[in-house]
Structure formats: structure tokens, C-alpha cells
């Protein structure tokens, strides 16, 4: 096993001054990406976004949490429902599309649940949600939603790690 590690780690005490150095810190967990969806007064809008996890299987729960900066928060922050899409390493492009524009659907195979929600096709997985809670979270809001529906498929993960864009491959 190749482990690599520096001989003079970087302490600090998060502030301030400092946000840099924890967002690289926070960069260092390898993490996969999805673009979240939903329907809205301006049409279908989606995000580019890392923060997702699994909660419970009993109910099934999962969470995401949006920031609160960004031009698209207002979307999301009352969102009853939404689609967590799971990104394949060959939806970089989505990726880099629905960081920069929230209405990046052009030419994406796209349906609708029967929510109204937008869903994108070929992803790894696909949680279709409904909003159950939102907690404060700093400059996020960290947003608790039911799996109503989900989908599933054999690929490669798309990864973001240390602010770059990667892949796992299953052996």
C-alpha cells in the first residue's frame, strides 16, 4: 500500500482569517458528486453538490446541504421535493455545467417524476426526496429528506478530491 503523508502537518484553529486552510482540510475527504434538482417559479433548476450522505435505511433518509450564498439557495431552501442524482465519471460535464448555471438541462436525457421534479438519466444512483426537516448549519442548511423512489446502475464514480475532479473504478 502507497501511503502518502507529509513529514509537517499544518495545525491552526479554524477562523476567519483561515477559511482557505479549512476548506482545503475539509477537501482532503475524497467525497463523489451529485447535482441535485428541482422544480421552481423559474423552471427546472439544479446544483452541483458534495455534501450528501445517507442517514437511515428505517425510514430512508438522506441529507444534503446547500449553501446558503449561493444564487441558487433560494431554490432549494423550501423545496417539499427534490432529486439527489449520483454522478457517473462520465457526467464530469454535468458536473462543471451545474456549478456555473442552474438551468444547464440542455441536451440531458430528462424526464419528470410525478412530483414535477426534473430527473437527469445515466447516473450511478437516483434518490427521489421529500423534505422531512432543515437544521441550520453555519453557512449551509442542512436539508433531511425521505427516499421515495431510487435508482441504481453499474459505472465508475465521479470523485472530487483536494478541489479536482476524479474517478473510482470498482476493482
Not at 439544479?46 to 438522506?62: C, E, M, R
Given at each position: 500500500?502507497?501511503?502518502?503523508?507529509?513529514d509537517h502537518p499544518v495545525?491552526?484553529?479554524?477562523?476567519?482569517?483561515?477559511?482557505?486552510?479549512?476548506?482545503?482540510?475539509?477537501?482532503?475527504?475524497?467525497?463523489?458528486?451529485?447535482?441535485?434538482?428541482?422544480?421552481?417559479?423559474?423552471?427546472?433548476?439544479?446544483?452541483?453538490?458534495?455534501?450528501?450522505?445517507?442517514?437511515?435505511?428505517?425510514?430512508?433518509?438522506?441529507?444534503?446541504?446547500?449553501?446558503?450564498?449561493?444564487?441558487?439557495?433560494?431554490?432549494?431552501?423550501?423545496?417539499?421535493?427534490?432529486?439527489?442524482?449520483?454522478?457517473?465519471?462520465?457526467?464530469?460535464?454535468?458536473?462543471?455545467?451545474?456549478?456555473?448555471?442552474?438551468?444547464?438541462?440542455?441536451?440531458?436525457?430528462?424526464?419528470?417524476?410525478?412530483?414535477?421534479?426534473?430527473?437527469?438519466?445515466?447516473?450511478?444512483?437516483?434518490?427521489?426526496?421529500?423534505?422531512?426537516?432543515?437544521?441550520?448549519?453555519?453557512?449551509?442548511?442542512?436539508?433531511?429528506?425521505?427516499?421515495?423512489?431510487?435508482?441504481?446502475?453499474?459505472?465508475?464514480?465521479?470523485?472530487?478530491f483536494a478541489g479536482k475532479?476524479g474517478q473510482i473504478a470498482?476493482?
Open positions: 500500500m502507497n501511503m502518502q503523508t507529509t495545525t491552526f484553529q479554524p477562523d476567519a482569517e483561515n477559511t482557505r486552510l479549512l476548506r482545503d482540510a475539509f477537501g482532503r475527504f475524497a467525497t463523489g458528486v451529485t447535482i441535485v434538482t428541482t422544480q421552481s417559479e423559474d423552471g427546472p433548476v439544479g446544483i452541483t453538490a458534495n455534501s450528501f450522505s445517507s442517514v437511515s435505511l428505517d425510514p430512508p433518509l438522506v441529507l444534503w446541504a446547500p449553501d446558503k450564498g449561493s444564487r441558487r439557495f433560494r431554490y432549494f431552501e423550501q423545496a417539499e421535493h427534490y432529486a439527489i442524482h449520483v454522478l457517473c465519471n462520465e457526467q464530469s460535464a454535468l458536473c462543471h455545467g451545474f456549478a456555473k448555471d442552474a438551468h444547464a438541462f440542455d441536451g440531458l436525457d430528462l424526464t419528470r417524476n410525478e412530483e414535477g421534479v426534473p430527473l437527469i438519466g445515466s447516473c450511478l444512483a437516483r434518490f427521489e426526496c421529500q423534505r422531512v426537516a432543515a437544521y441550520e448549519g453555519g453557512d449551509h442548511l442542512i436539508v433531511l429528506g425521505r427516499v421515495l423512489r431510487a435508482e441504481m446502475r453499474e459505472g465508475d464514480a465521479l470523485t472530487f475532479i470498482p476493482k
